[in-house]
């Protein structure tokens, strides 16, 4: 009875505490159904947004505002150097080929780029037949595989014919084994020639343009202080008696202008020792390559056409040829 009444009291305390009459007995501490009230959430301004949005924004962000700005402000006066240079140039191009100024001339130095202008000329020439010879090779040793098959197949379904189809099936495929040899010999020549040309020669022949630029651009500077240094004597005086510049004209100060013609002035005599150097260089590597690749295609031209087989195989030797299967040149070949 006792045990009855405990558990009486114990339901009727759950059931005061709000636990539902189902079973289910609810943990001790039973969470509270009691919420805040709601805030009260007013419109921003328009100043308000505006400090907000500033205040969000991340510090790198942030950071990166002044370099952009000197960025700009970098690439306009680059800009503006490169405009100003483009057109003291154009002129002094112009009034170089209406007679109007003078420009500096090494007449040694000129001979030497015209002469490295006409080599260039006919070796890309030489390039250019070279690899027309390669194509036609290929072509003749394509129909003579074609007819070393066809004078095969006849030499088996022709027997009064079969031993002279066979002797003329050998012979083409003893020709086309030569040829292979000598296309090989002017794939060889042909890739030398075209490292000399294109990337030798070439590599020169830039340097050289860009020794020409300095040229005008140091030409053009030297002629405007020479201008300068005549109108000097016509500028209006001070009464202490300096001379001033008068904005109309738009004059450079003679200090800016002086810094401005020794920085052309050297890089003009910097490029001029380059150009030198590199011609030098030219000479010496032409002569060492074209005297090799020369001495190859010569022999191995007269060792094929005189049939003379175990000659070209000595030549394919001694130049360390690597004789490969031929490929199909290129449409850019001929080019």
């Not at 009855?4 to 039973?30: H, K, R, V, W």
């Not at 001979?111 to 194509?135: G, H, P």
């Not at 099936?169 to 090989?184: P, V």
């Amino acid at each position: 009875m006792e045990e009855s009444n405990i558990s009486l009291e114990a339901m009727d305390q759950q059931f005061d505490g709000g636990a539902p009459p189902t079973g289910y007995y609810p943990p001790t501490a039973a969470p509270s159904l009691h919420r805040a009230p709601l805030r009260e959430v007013r419109p921003l301004s328009v100043d308000q947004v505006l400090d907000q949005t500033e205040e969000d924004m991340t510090p790198a962000s942030a950071r990166n505002k002044p370099v952009r700005s000197v960025e700009v402000q970098q690439k306009i006066a680059n800009l503006k150097v490169w405009s100003i240079n483009t057109y003291k140039c154009s002129k002094q191009v112009l009034n170089e080929k209406l007679g109007r100024t003078t420009k500096t001339v090494d007449p040694d130095m000129e001979k030497k780029i015209e002469t490295l202008l006409d080599t260039q000329s006919k070796y890309n020439r030489i390039l250019t037949l070279a690899k027309s010879l390669n194509t036609h090779m290929y072509n003749l040793l394509q129909t003579q595989r074609s007819l070393a098959e066809l004078f095969s197949e006849l030499s088996f379904k022709q027997p009064g014919l079969q031993t002279s189809f066979t002797t003329s099936a050998n012979t083409q495929k003893s020709l086309i084994k030569n040829g292979d040899k000598l296309l090989s010999a002017i794939r060889f020549f042909i890739d030398s020639l075209d490292t000399l040309v294109n990337k030798t020669i070439q590599d020169t022949v830039l340097t050289v343009k860009q020794y020409q630029s300095a040229r005008v651009q140091f030409d053009a500077y030297r002629n405007e202080n020479e201008q300068q240094a005549l109108q000097s004597p016509t500028m209006g005086c001070t009464p202490n008696g300096a001379g001033v510049s008068s904005p109309a004209t738009g004059t450079i100060p003679n200090s800016a202008s002086d810094n401005n013609l020794e920085q052309h002035k050297s890089r003009f005599e910097l490029l001029h020792r380059d150009v030198d150097i590199k011609l030098k260089l030219l000479d010496e590597n032409k002569l060492k390559v074209m005297t090799r690749q020369l001495s190859l295609l010569e022999a191995a031209m007269a060792s094929f056409m005189s049939g003379n087989a175990e000659e070209l195989d000595s030549v394919i030797k001694e130049f360390k040829v690597k004789v490969t299967e031929p490929v199909p040149p290129s449409f850019l070949e001929l080019r």
